[in-house]
């Protein structure tokens, strides 16, 4: 979120930077015009690199198959555990089955799922199945 909120404080003080360039160049005549039609276009491709770079998504990135699983992985944030159990919940074993081949806790599990649903941005076990499918991650 801080990362957002400083890109765009970036982009809005270069607008204000440009709209100020732009007002003295009508006030001085030193100032040349093509120098700042240079400098206006330099910054709106600045701003156009910056939004392109906000609005492509971690999902688009992820959904790149030629991306390792490994490197999938790290940027879903997901440990080699929470993976095994993922990969358990889509051959459809319940929560006290995986705990009970892993040899954990069901409540060990249980904060593994929950953790997994939240990195995959899904409200069920099955969405969180369907997610990782689609990240090509299962």
Avoid: C
Wanted: glycine share 6%; aromatic share 8%.
């Amino acid at each position: 979120m801080k990362n957002i909120i400083l890109r765009f404080g970036l982009l809005a003080i270069l607008l204000l930077i440009l709209l100020e360039l732009g007002k003295y160049s009508l006030l001085y005549s030193d100032w040349e015009q093509e120098f700042i039609i240079v400098l206006s276009a330099l910054g709106l491709v600045a701003f156009g690199f910056i939004l392109k770079g906000h609005f492509s998504s971690r999902k688009d990135l992820l959904q790149n198959h030629k991306i390792p699983h490994p490197e999938k992985l790290e940027l879903l944030k997901i440990s080699p555990r929470e993976y095994d159990v993922l990969i358990k919940i889509a051959e459809g074993y319940s929560n006290q089955e995986i705990a009970d081949q892993l040899f954990v806790s069901e409540n060990t599990i249980k904060t593994h799922v929950s953790n997994l649903l939240g990195k995959l941005h899904a409200k069920r076990r099955t969405e969180a199945v369907k997610q990782g499918k689609a990240y090509g991650i299962l």
